[in-house]
């Protein structure tokens, strides 16, 4: 004998009825998905109010990019968190109330070939030696991608 789901349209509409604690909480779960990981991690949901999703920015500058986006992210918590997804973007300047995670370093993939001298030159440039190194291996992996002319 199968068991027949349960069909109930408002299901999510009344477990995540706007202005809930649970509703909040989807929203800052949805939030890195709608945004990405990385400015997950430099943002943070700070609540909802009249059907605005109130976001802590760094500064004003992070502020600014995010309201340029803010029609894609409304749309993208729109997939997510369907009827319990806020009308509209606020966002508010000041310190994180979490430290972010550090990022994890990516295990770097080792060109098959070494920069071209003329990439090596332009790399002597570069004062700091972690960064030159981290430039020529980029630019020799990028430049191994192609097959030599």
Same mark, same amino acid.
Do not use: C, H
């Given at each position: 004998?199968?068991?027949?789901?349960?069909?109930?349209?408002? !299901?999510?509409?009344?477990?995540?009825?706007?202005?809930?604690?649970?509703?909040?909480?989807?929203?800052?779960?949805?939030?890195?998905?709608?945004?990405?990981?990385?400015?997950?991690?430099?943002?943070?949901?700070?609540?909802?109010?009249?059907?605005? !999703?109130?976001?802590?920015?760094?500064?004003?500058?992070?502020?600014?990019? !995010?309201?340029?986006?803010?029609?894609?992210?409304?749309?993208?918590?729109?997939?997510?968190?369907?009827?319990?997804?806020?009308?509209?973007?606020?966002?508010?300047?000041?310190?994180?109330?979490?430290?972010?995670?550090?990022?994890?370093?990516?295990?770097?993939?080792?060109?098959?070939?070494?920069?071209?001298?003329?990439?090596?030159?332009?790399?002597?440039?570069?004062?700091?030696?972690?960064?030159?190194?981290?430039?020529?291996?980029?630019?020799?992996?990028?430049?191994?991608?192609?097959?030599?002319?």
């Amino acid at each position: 004998m199968a068991l027949k789901p349960v069909a109930s349209p408002g !299901l999510g509409a009344r477990l995540f009825a706007p202005g809930t604690p649970a509703a909040t909480a989807l929203l800052r779960a949805a939030w890195p998905l709608a945004v990405g990981a990385d400015l997950g991690q430099r943002t943070e949901v700070t609540g909802i109010d009249n059907g605005t !999703l109130r976001v802590r920015v760094p500064d004003a500058r992070w502020r600014q990019v !995010l309201f340029r986006m803010r029609r894609e992210i409304l749309s993208r918590l729109r997939e997510t968190a369907g009827p319990a997804a806020p009308y509209r973007l606020g966002f508010v300047e000041g310190p994180l109330s979490f430290v972010p995670p550090p990022a994890a370093e990516a295990k770097p993939v080792p060109p098959t070939k070494d920069a071209p001298p003329a990439v090596v030159g332009a790399a002597a440039a570069i004062e700091d030696p972690a960064l030159r190194a981290r430039f020529l291996e980029s630019a020799a992996r990028y430049l191994d991608r192609f097959p030599a002319r």
